[in-house]
């Protein structure tokens, strides 16, 4: 049997979903790290912690694996499925989706945890930390593929969209990583 292999609009779609259930368990892992860590287990705080690397892993592959196709396809079929009059809104972006807005809001709360995180959990806080950076620059790499440096955002633009992706990520490390001690091996 010859199986063609799935659109590229499927790929997209697909891998985005894939992405969304990582966010999902993602969330999960964060409440769990945290309830642990209330508790006093530091063991179970930190496996609930490494989950979240392995999460932000999958995450970031699934992110690489949806952009498995030209730049010519993602401007001519996955970018146009992402603007009116496909979509209601004229600034749709995963920012809208409810998975991120609960995330962040996870990450807000745990920010005075990670600022006075115990010392046992810095090597877990550390992989957790270069785990978001490696799904950041998944983003980023996956945006300066198919978006030219200057052009802009669906949602914002008149700005860059490589730029925008990158102020969120130095946002997000404010959040993860309050004190800049996590993943000392990045700048």
Known sequence: MNASPPSPFAIWREFHWAFFLNVQGLVVALRRF??????????????????????????????????SFTKDVYESTIRVSMTQPTVESDDFSGLMSWEHAVLVGVWRDLRPIFEQLPEE???????????????AESHVG?????????????RLGDRSAVETLRRFERGRLTLIDPAGKGCPFHS
């Open 34 to 67: 945290q309830m642990q860590l209330e508790r006093g287990l530091l063991a179970a705080a930190e496996e609930e912690l490494m989950t979240a690397v392995t999460l932000l892993t999958s995450s970031a592959a699934s992110m690489e694996l949806a952009a």
């Open 142 to 154: 996956v945006c300066s593929r198919f978006v030219d440096s200057d052009a802009g955002s669906l």
């Open 121 to 135: 959990l810095a090597v877990a806080h550390s992989a957790f930390v270069a785990a978001y950076r490696h799904l």
